[in-house]
């Protein structure tokens, strides 16, 4: 599963690694422990006059479906099974069509020790490059409101999830892996254009172990662990 990541990155920054657009107000906070229901920047692509535009976006970590009554079901929607997406109510229709990419710069997880502690680890890539998971994204509206207010309209997104790789580092830390995306993988799962949802899906599970299997791993200190604590220390290796 994938419950805090880190990301730290500056609009500007994110658009050049992502070869996106980005509003010129668009504001991003820095953060090294990002929890379930926080704003996060989000990659997507739309058609505009005919043209694709890939766009950094912020949204709601936790998709809220458009039939949902209140936006409170995103607490439990920050993730997707790989395994199910297409079939389940939550998700299916976004993963058909509003596919998104969540950009982090690592992520925690905890492994359960012998004397049954939790060990937090950081993962991320070696060289500090940015990680980009596939996500999907949805927009619900606010019954109450009018469709011309601007803040009648809730921009949500999950991180899809598989199982971690049957042998490895990753294997012994937990039994879900966030589904990571390269840049080719991405361009197609990006693309709006109506296609087979299991197709794209498959391709980028295939490759997803591979990717993973670059990462690095490193334990932290248990500070990670309360969400009030955010400064880069949290990322610092412990011995």
Not at 85 to 107: H, I, M, Q, S
Not at 162 to 188: F, N, Q
Not at 201 to 229: K, S, T
Request: with cysteine; proline share 8%; glycine share 6%.
């Amino acid at each position: 599963m994938c419950g805090r990541y880190v990301m730290a990155r500056a609009v500007g920054d994110l658009v050049a690694e992502l070869e996106a657009e980005a509003d010129a107000n668009l504001e991003l906070r820095a953060s090294w422990n990002v929890a379930p229901t926080t704003d996060v920047p989000i990659v997507l692509e739309r058609l505009v006059d005919g043209v694709l535009h890939r766009q950094v976006h912020v949204a709601k970590w936790g998709l809220v479906p458009r039939w949902a009554k209140d936006p409170g079901v995103a607490v439990r929607a920050f993730n997707a099974r790989s395994e199910t997406v297409l079939e389940k109510p939550t998700f299916r229709a976004a993963a058909k069509a509003r596919r998104c990419a969540v950009p982090v710069e690592g992520y925690y997880e905890w492994k359960k020790l012998p004397d049954g502690k939790k060990q937090p680890y950081f993962v991320h890539t070696k060289d500090g490059s940015l990680i980009t998971f596939a996500g999907l994204y949805e927009w619900w509206k606010d019954p109450g409101k009018d469709d011309a207010d601007p803040e009648a309209w809730l921009l949500s997104c999950t991180i899809l999830t598989m199982e971690s790789p049957p042998e490895g580092e990753l294997s012994t830390l937990h039994d879900r892996l966030p589904v990571p995306l390269d840049r080719e993988a991405m361009a197609e799962w990006l693309n709006p254009a109506p296609g087979e949802a299991a197709g794209l899906l498959d391709m980028v599970l295939a490759e997803a172990h591979q990717l993973a299997a670059a990462w690095q791993l490193d334990p932290v200190g248990p500070d990670v662990g309360n969400v009030r604590n955010n400064s880069p220390e949290l990322t610092v290796p412990v011995c």
